[in-house]
């Protein structure tokens, strides 16, 4: 479905525009993405609600791209930045198939601080400072929507993934997708992604890059020949 969306020349919104709708980022090969829109399809079948939570969801584009290539998923888009948020409800009002949350995925539910940067509101971090903003765990959403079901989970959230992945290992070991931008360049020897690895640990998964992106798939959704079952 076409739709027109809000770009601030002042902000990032072009560029992210770009690596989303241009370069396809978070776009999968077609076998891949097939299988997992049948996944999808599959679960709600079942009686499910197949999701894809967009952690960092920015302006909404993120949320608007996922939402065109898996009809039959709910797009859970977090976003923390105020003024971004804001933007996200206004590209993405009307559509159904999309939830917006003001709140930061973190390891607790009692809010964070973040910390502006000079790079605009694409790269803030938590922090000690500043305001106070809604913070949600990963395994609490789906605690509280039982009939949920993680399809793809994406991060792109500024470092935060750390704290993240080691509140929720639980969803990561059973969502089919899993997208990550990794901040170590920024968080030198913090070493942020160490609980997916741990997490992933005795789970086969395909790894991929795209753009700043890593991507891990189930080999269900990659190996040739193989029937899917959700």
């Not at 479905?1 to 241009?22: H, K």
């Not at 750390?162 to 997208?179: E, H, N, R, Y």
């Not at 942020?192 to 998964?205: N, S």
Request: hydrophobic share 45%.
């Amino acid at each position: 479905m076409a739709c027109s969306i809000e770009i601030d020349p002042l902000e990032s919104d072009l560029f992210v525009a770009a690596q989303i709708f241009g370069h396809k980022e978070y776009g999968l090969e077609a076998l891949p993405a097939d299988r997992l829109s049948a996944c999808a399809s599959e679960l709600r079948a079942a009686g499910r609600i197949p999701v894809i939570i967009d952690g960092g969801a920015n302006v909404g584009y993120s949320a608007l791209y996922f939402a065109s290539q898996f009809p039959d998923a709910l797009v859970v888009a977090l976003e923390p930045d105020a003024t971004s948020f804001d933007a996200l409800l206004r590209n993405c009002a009307g559509n159904s198939q999309i939830v917006a949350r003001h709140a930061a995925l973190w390891s607790h539910g009692d809010g964070v601080r973040l910390q502006a940067t000079e790079n605009g509101s694409w790269a803030h971090f938590v922090s000690t400072d500043g305001d106070l903003t809604p913070s949600v765990t990963l395994h609490s959403l789906f605690e509280d929507n039982p009939a949920w079901s993680p399809l793809v989970i994406k991060l792109d959230i500024e470092g935060g993934e750390k704290a993240v992945l080691a509140a929720s290992p639980g969803v990561f070991q059973t969502a089919m997708c899993i997208m990550i931008e990794p901040h170590d360049f920024k968080f030198r020897g913090e070493a942020c992604l160490t609980p997916l690895f741990r997490a992933l640990a005795d789970r086969p998964m395909d790894t991929l890059i795209s753009g700043e992106n890593l991507i891990l798939l189930d080999p269900k959704l990659t190996r040739q020949g193989t029937p899917l079952r959700a």
